[in-house]
Structures are given as structure tokens and as C-alpha cells.
């Protein structure tokens, strides 16, 4: 026995390989992950082509609050009201990927055409 450690040399061996484990599985803790991939929701667009008139107008369009873009190639697109035959319905904004870089997107309205509102759906430009 050595008479400068505390414990036999048979015991101090075992110590080395606990103490390299335990320094891994600190290590270990360290390890950072990626943050899972956001995901988008969005609302289905008109059909093309797709015609309304309706003879009432519609509400003003409601406050809403941007959430944080999902990525750089993303556009954020103003909530809307459609209507689905009966009454309006608002349509919340949303983030869209866009089809091409620098495209631009030129959301729905509601024109006054003939006595009543025309819904023009929206487009990428």
C-alpha cells in the first residue's frame, strides 16, 4: 500500500472507471438539440375562377396579431372575410411559403361592382 493514498491500489482502480462514466454522462447532458420544426397551418384559398357577389358588405376586417415568420421565404398573408353563401366568415391570416423568391402576394378583397361586392381571391405576383 502506497503511504500516500488513502486507499489500497485495488480500490483506487476502481474509482478510475466510475469517475470516467460519471464524467461522461456530465458530458453527455451537454449535448444541444435542434429545436423541432415549426409547422404551418394554412387556410385553403378560393378556387380559382370561383365567383361571389354578395349584396351586403362586408364586416371590417378584424385586428390581428403577427406571429413570429417561420422562415425568411415566408409572407404573411391578412386574414379575410369569405362568405359561404349564408353569411361572412373571417379567414385568419397565416404565413405562406412563397412559390418563387421575390414573389409578391396580392391578397383577397372585396370590390363593389354592379350594386354588390365582388370577392377577388388572392394571387401571388
Known amino acids: 500500500m502506497n ?4 486507499f489500497p491500489k485495488t480500490k483506487r482502480s476502481l474509482f478510475q472507471p466510475v469517475g470516467f462514466a460519471l464524467g461522461l454522462s456530465l458530458l453527455a447532458g451537454c449535448v444541444v ?8 397551418y394554412v387556410e385553403p384559398a378560393p378556387p380559382v375562377g370561383e365567383v361571389v ?3 351586403e358588405a362586408p364586416p371590417p376586417p378584424r385586428e390581428e ?4 415568420s417561420p422562415g425568411s421565404r415566408y409572407v404573411w398573408c391578412a ?4 362568405h359561404d353563401g349564408r ?3 373571417w379567414m385568419p391570416g397565416h ?3 412563397r412559390p418563387r423568391a421575390h414573389a409578391e402576394w396580392i391578397g383577397p378583397r372585396w370590390e363593389v361592382r354592379g350594386g354588390g361586392y365582388f ?4 394571387t401571388w405576383r
Not at 503511504?3 to 488513502?6: A, D, G, K, R
Not at 370577392?119 to 388572392?122: D, I, L, R
Request: charged letters at 20%.
Open 53 to 55: 357577389i354578395v349584396r
Open 65 to 68: 396579431i403577427i406571429t413570429l
Open 87 to 89: 353569411a361572412y366568415v
Open 3 to 6: 503511504p500516500n493514498s488513502c
Open 33 to 40: 438539440e435542434p429545436p423541432p420544426p415549426r409547422r404551418v
Open 119 to 122: 370577392f377577388v381571391g388572392g
Open 95 to 97: 404565413w405562406m411559403r
Open 79 to 82: 386574414g379575410y372575410w369569405r
